[in-house]
């Protein structure tokens, strides 16, 4: 079925997470029209809330958001599962969750906005290792600024504690208090370690800003924060909105089509619910669809014109995948209780591993010391150990008070096996492939893990632990990235320094698939930073116009 | 005359609240400038300038230091005998106390706005006044002005060039200003302040009301403050706290409801009424519809924090007035302030006849944990509990006792909550609260239409306002969603 309505705007967005809705900010604020198209519904904070409450698996991250048919994301980090499927030889290491809703995946966050660091743009240049980006951190260091304020970030006095990201202006919000068990944790390292415990910036308030509150301390950043503390995507959409911006919900873009040259995009075609479909024109088009679903629109859009699919004349759309994969252990502290779940999920970590020369051999990686509440595994611990009654309150409050959770952040690589591709078998509702995913966790990973276990295990030793608990292999940590290579070569990348797409002059991409590598910070921050950069080209282009 | 009523009230209940609260709009525009730490807008966060970071508005902070003062050949000091005594730098020290005490910047700064420059608008369904720039510009404030008109003005409510002030500007009350006073107010505002540039523009109300000179007829019947007379620093503390209360904090503009002609009705002296949504409580010494069970420190607290534990919280115009105002009293007439207000003679209610902060007590939410996650379209309403438990139990907690530290205030004694008329609650859930004093920042989102937090629709706040005031407060009030539409609508 075909509708005959034809929307039309001067730029068309595919997707309203973090990357397009700030992209759609932007330029409703600069007057230029705009659609976004979000494949799921609207949805409001509220519903989510009690879906936590009601949820009996507290740390399922995707449980209080059940998809819709039309849009799944993951139900869970489970392999198999009913969405993403996974294979290779470290096919449970690339099980990420992502959410596909109006305002995207940042409803669940911990918040965590890392800038990268300037040699992590560098990385064959400097470490002869990966890639380098078609852009320097000094092109992205205002962009960073302006997502900083955008979300609301907090961190430490750049004075005091230098990040190794050079800044221009300081955090525009004070550093969080520190958790109890952070001091602990920051003390211990101080004394025993020649490392440091550093406060990790956050996307979350200090202070009252932006109309909504300040943090206190719920510890569910994810999977919801229930006051409104932490920056989501929802925030933008609305700001977007007010500026005149149109956000259509329940649209599935299943179609990029081109001109007949195939050198610039004319429009796109989307699936509502009902599978009527419907077709969007535009001047400029934007794919900020993350990582996954991006790449699986272009491969897609496959026609005549572009066999591989749009966007795919180098055949580096859907490869190159990376993450952060890394290690995680839980263990019981012989020492001082440290009583982590106060304030928010990750402030504290070790960044002594984030850059060296040793990044000629195996990859960086940071330490989060997660401050979650551990009463849950705390309860399955001394069940487990026969407690019962009142011995077993007992041990329950002891061993919650004296859980330490550490995972890592590991750099991948791009390696183009590690690919992204339809599958053959599956399809949603609306007869769309869902994505399959095979991946080889990259040598330089895996030293880079097994670095990782020895700095754990001295860290257990100093902290006179037991009862470790090791995830077995390795640890997703839902940052994917690379299925749209930057570079600036065409014939092995898919996009510029500036997210345009080498074959389609008027298509750019907004999202973590650009990533030529992907350091070791979480990688939101620098989403929303290049996503302000493509908004500032636009402007630029469609003004100049 | 039915049609001039009608335009009067309009102006007089906006005058009536101290500005602002008619439009949430000019409730963050105080705070921003008091607060030196201020929220940016969502402009300001969102347009991309990447050099600008969000800068908070400066304090209305005098700029002159008091050496300044004589500068101007229109002050005549020495034409005041009791002046004449002071040093410069104490007449200035006064004046600024005296605009705080009177709260001036409240209404003559807009959003955002230079301090005193005027141009905050105050809805009226006759159209909005525009507060005027009272900064010492000759062309564009009152730079002009002498002593005598400067006085005209702000006891008489007669602009220099003759024509009648709205009553949105409270002369009124300030009637009641002794001449020391006036002069000091004068000498801080020719010196104290930042002399702006720019005009607002001016005030476009529709027939009658563009009528100015209807005013004399008004300000002949209306009931004024009489002035006060001497030194006001040398008054007893009862004088001093009456003299607080009724020329300079002008409580009565909104605690004391008015009769036909709009005028404050003396004989219900501070015993409560309307204003544009909220609802001005009875503050009288009466034990059961008024403050009477306060102590003078509990008073004391709420005019200095915005927070008297167990009793209230000023959100609203009151927060405003705290935030700007009383917030930044001496201690020594706050407590004057307190004093007064708490022997201004009982006056009782039709509504309340028990205290409004000795309603509830902690009650916990009932189990809610029967259901599964529901798909995540699913937007349908919920009822009062469950509204309750995912809007409020997060900083009110489960069983409404709030923070520990009550930051978030317990919804039992509480008087928002206690109170027979829901106008309050209704309001602070729409509007939110964001007062800023010494004490630190008191913040709760606003949950109306332009809420990043949570937009609640007007059944959703019904429910809400039902389930709080039925669990934790004086019982159910029987609030509609068309009530709450009405709220959202025009306040």
């Given at each position: ?270 699936y509502d619910p009902d599978k009527n479909s419907h077709r969007v024109t535009g001047k400029y088009f934007v794919i900020a669809a993350h990582c996954i679903e991006t790449a699986k629109l272009l491969l897609v859009s496959a026609d005549d014109k572009s066999p591989n699919g749009v966007a795919n004349s180098s055949g580096h759309v859907g490869r190159n995948m990376m993450d952060h994969t890394g290690v995680q252990v839980t263990f019981i502290s012989g ?211 | ?477 029987h609030v509609t969603a068309d009530q709450v539409s009405h709220f959202r609508k025009n306040f």
């Open positions: 079925m075909s509708s005959d309505q034809t929307l039309s705007a001067d730029v068309v967005i595919v997707g309203s997470g973090v990357a397009g809705s700030s992209i759609a900010n932007e330029l409703a604020r600069a007057g230029i029209s705009v659609i976004v198209l979000e494949a799921g519904p609207r949805v409001d904070r509220q519903h989510f809330v009690e879906n936590f409450r009601n949820l009996e698996n507290k740390p399922s991250y995707q449980g209080p958001f059940p998809a819709v048919p039309w849009a799944r994301h993951p139900p869970n980090q489970q392999t198999p599962n009913e969405y993403l499927h996974t294979s290779g030889p470290n096919a449970e290491a690339y099980q990420q969750v992502y959410l596909r809703m109006m305002g995207g995946t940042t409803w669940h966050w911990a918040g965590c906005a890392w800038r990268y660091l300037p040699s992590d743009f560098e990385l064959k240049t400097r470490y002869g290792q990966g890639r380098d980006w078609a852009l320097k951190y000094e092109d992205l260091e205002p962009f960073y600024y302006q997502a900083e304020v955008m979300m609301g970030v907090c961190g430490p006095d750049p004075a005091k504690e230098d990040l190794g990201s050079p800044r221009k202006q300081p955090y525009p919000m004070d550093a969080l208090p520190i958790s109890y068990a952070a001091q602990q944790f920051r003390s211990l390292i101080q004394e025993k370690t020649p490392w440091r415990v550093v406060h990790e910036p956050q996307a979350r308030n200090t202070r009252p800003y932006d109309s909504r509150p300040t943090c206190e301390g719920h510890n569910n950043c994810m999977p919801i924060c229930p006051i409104g503390a932490m920056y989501n995507g929802s925030y933008s959409v609305y700001h977007a909105e007010a500026a005149g911006a149109k956000f259509i919900p329940n649209a599935v873009v299943y179609k990029i089509e081109r001109d007949s040259a195939n050198k610039r995009v004319t429009a796109v075609q989307y020492d001082k209780a440290l009583w982590p779940g106060r304030g928010p999920l990750e402030t504290n970590v070790i960044d002594n591993f984030r850059d060296g020369d040793w990044r000629s051999e195996r990859g960086a990686y940071l330490v989060h010391m997660v401050d979650d509440n551990q009463v849950d595994l705390a309860t399955q611990l001394a069940i487990s150990k026969g407690y019962v009654g009142r011995d077993l309150e007992e041990q329950i409050r002891y061993l919650a008070a004296h859980t330490v959770r550490l995972f890592s952040h590991n750099e991948a690589l791009p390696d183009p096996e590690n690919r992204l591709t339809l599958s053959k078998t599956n399809k949603d509702i609306l007869g769309i492939p869902h994505p399959d995913v095979y991946y080889k966790l990259p040598e330089y990973t895996v030293k880079s893990c097994e670095h990782t276990r020895g700095v754990f295990r001295q860290l257990i030793g100093l902290m006179h632990g037991t009862d470790e608990q090791w995830t077995p292999g390795y640890f997703p940590q839902d940052h994917p990235s690379g299925s749209t290579i930057m570079g600036t070569d065409p014939t092995d990348s898919v996009v510029d320094g500036f997210c345009r797409t080498h074959d389609h002059d008027n298509l750019f991409i907004a999202s973590s698939s650009v990533f030529s590598t992907v350091g070791t910070g979480n990688i939101t921050l620098t989403v929303a930073a290049l996503a302000l950069r493509v908004a500032d080209t636009l402007k630029k282009e469609l003004i100049h116009a | 005359m039915l049609d001039f009523r009608k335009t009067l009230s309009a102006l007089l209940v906006s005058s009536a609240l101290s500005v602002g609260a008619l439009s949430c709009e000019a409730i963050a525009a105080h705070a921003q400038n008091a607060a030196p730490a201020a929220t940016p807008t969502p402009e300001a966060t969102s347009t991309p300038a990447p050099t600008s970071a969000p800068v908070a508005t400066q304090a209305a902070q005098p700029v002159a230091s008091p050496s300044a003062t004589g500068t101007n050949p229109a002050v005549t000091p020495a034409a005041n005998g009791m002046a004449s005594a002071q040093s410069d730098a104490a007449v200035m020290e006064r004046g600024a106390y005296i605009a705080t005490a009177a709260d001036c910047v409240a209404c003559h700064t807009k959003l955002g706005g230079q301090p005193f420059a005027g141009g905050l608008k105050i809805a009226t369904p006759m159209g909005d006044v525009v507060s005027t720039n009272i900064t010492p510009d000759a062309d564009h404030g009152i730079g002009k002005y002498t002593e005598q008109e400067f006085e005209q003005a702000v006891r008489h409510g007669v602009r220099r060039d003759g024509a009648y002030l709205y009553p949105v500007m409270p002369y009124v009350s300030y009637a009641g200003m002794t001449d020391q006073d006036v002069h000091a107010l004068y000498v801080w505002f020719m010196h104290g302040v930042k002399p702006i540039a720019t005009a607002p523009k001016p005030t476009e109300l529709t027939f009658p009301a563009n009528v100015r000179s209807a005013m004399a007829a008004w300000n002949f019947v209306t009931t004024k403050e009489q002035p006060e007379s001497g030194d006001s620093a040398t008054y007893d503390p009862l004088r001093r706290g009456k003299y607080l209360a009724n020329a300079l904090e002008h409580c009565g503009t909104c605690h004391t409801p008015r009769n036909f002609m709009l005028s404050e009705k003396q004989d219900r002296y501070l015993a409560g009424g309307p204003l544009s949504g909220w609802y001005a409580p009875n503050i009288t010494s009466s034990k059961t519809a008024g403050i009477g069970n306060w102590s003078e420190d509990d008073l004391v607290a709420y005019l200095q924090t915005g927070h008297a534990k167990a009793r209230a919280q000023a959100a609203g115009p009151m927060g405003e007035a705290v935030e700007h105002s009383t917030s930044r009293l001496t201690d020594k007439d706050l407590h004057a302030l307190a004093a007064y207000i708490l022997q201004v003679p009982a006056m009782e209610d039709d509504l309340e006849h028990k205290p409004r902060e000795s309603f509830g007590h902690a009650v916990d939410l009932p189990d809610l944990r029967d259901k599964v996650p529901t798909r995540i379209d699913d937007l349908s309403e919920m009822d009062g509990a469950h509204l309750y438990d995912a809007n409020c139990a997060a900083c009110h907690s489960r069983n409404g006792a709030g923070t520990r530290d009550q930051y978030a205030p317990s919804l039992f004694n509480n008087t928002t909550v206690g109170s027979a008329r829901p106008d309050n609650l209704i309001m602070t859930i729409l509007h939110g609260v964001n007062r800023q004093t010494a004490a630190g920042h008191a913040g709760m989102p606003a949950f109306d239409g332009h809420s990043d937090v949570q937009r609640l629709s007007d059944s959703e706040i019904a429910k809400l306002v039902t389930y709080i005031m039925t669990t934790f407060g004086s019982g159910d009030p």
